[in-house]
């Protein structure tokens, strides 16, 4: 049974960097799209990013453009979340999720939770002002 554990969260002053790792086991990653997203409290999760399953298409939420970057690293089995210039607003539970579909990318639906079936439990990004 595959699992995607995110690790690399934590307590960052506003300004500050972190990376995000999503390592995924038991099972086929290479031939998946993968997406990170991300839920503060009290809101509905929402889009971050996501990467195809070879890496060559990328797609961002507006409000991380410039500042967040998915990368993916297939003889790894992990996809990362690099993040700079961390806002407050960034704080939220952030987890990462494979596409439900084998060699599919679609950057106008990869925002859409629902075309991912596969999710990890999350790891918790603060960022204090």
């Known amino acids: 049974q595959v699992q995607l554990v995110e690790s690399g969260g934590g307590l960052v002053q506003a300004g500050g960097s972190l990376r995000l790792s999503c390592a995924a086991s038991?099972?086929?990653?290479?031939?998946?799209?993968m997406g990170w997203f991300r839920q503060a409290p009290g809101k509905e999760r929402e889009f971050v990013a996501a990467?195809?399953?070879?890496?060559?298409?990328?797609s961002y939420a507006d409000s991380v453009k410039g500042r967040l970057t998915i990368s993916r690293d297939n003889a790894k089995n992990t996809v990362y979340l690099q993040m700079i210039s961390l806002k407050p607003e960034d704080t939220a539970l952030y987890y990462c999720?494979?596409?439900?579909?084998?060699?599919?990318?679609?950057?106008?639906?990869?925002?859409?939770?629902?075309?991912?079936?596969?999710w990890g439990q999350g790891t918790q990004v603060t960022v204090s002002s």
């Open positions: 038991g099972g086929t990653f290479s031939t998946y799209a």
């Open positions: 990467i195809s399953w070879s890496g060559s298409s990328t």
């Open positions: 999720a494979r596409h439900s579909r084998r060699g599919y990318y679609d950057s106008s639906a990869c925002w859409d939770p629902m075309e991912y079936d596969l």
